[in-house]
Nanobody, 119 residues
Framework: QVQLVESGGGLVQAGGSLRLSCAASRSIASIYSMGWYRQAAGKQRALVAT???????NYADSVKGRFTISRDNAKNMIYLQMNNLKSEDTGVYYCAGSPGVLRTDRTYWGQGTQVTVSS
């Protein structure tokens, strides 16, 4: 079991930047896959970015070139740097982790942090 706690959300103007952080309650070295998902109002939760223990990353097409995911196993943290934010990036951002494949195998979730981008 691992608890994940997100922080760093808030209100930002379009074109601005935010950095989300996710703190894990124990070592993430054994958590193969970690990532960020977001859920806009009235929509399903969708993948934003993932990173595995080998630091291989994967991004949704809509955020490629603007968002960067990273993990710091020594600090038990993952991050999402979001640049050039757009109104369509608005939503609740969730941190997730899995010893296998996210959303296929057992997946741990944080409580979410709200990001609101004003146009």
């Amino acid at each position: 079991q691992v608890q994940l706690v997100e922080s760093g959300g808030g209100l930002v103007q379009a074109g601005g930047s935010l950095r989300l952080s996710c703190a894990a309650s124990r070592s993430i070295a054994s958590i193969y896959s970690m990532g960020w998902y977001r859920q806009a109002a009235g929509k399903q939760r969708a993948l934003v970015a993932t990173i595995n223990s080998g630091a291989t990353t994967n991004y949704a097409d809509s955020v490629k070139g603007r968002f960067t995911i990273s993990r710091d196993n020594a600090k038990n943290m993952i991050y999402l740097q979001m640049n050039n934010l757009k109104s369509e990036d608005t939503g609740v951002y969730y941190c997730a982790g899995s010893p296998g494949v996210l959303r296929t195998d057992r997946t741990y979730w944080g409580q979410g942090t709200q990001v609101t981008v004003s146009s």
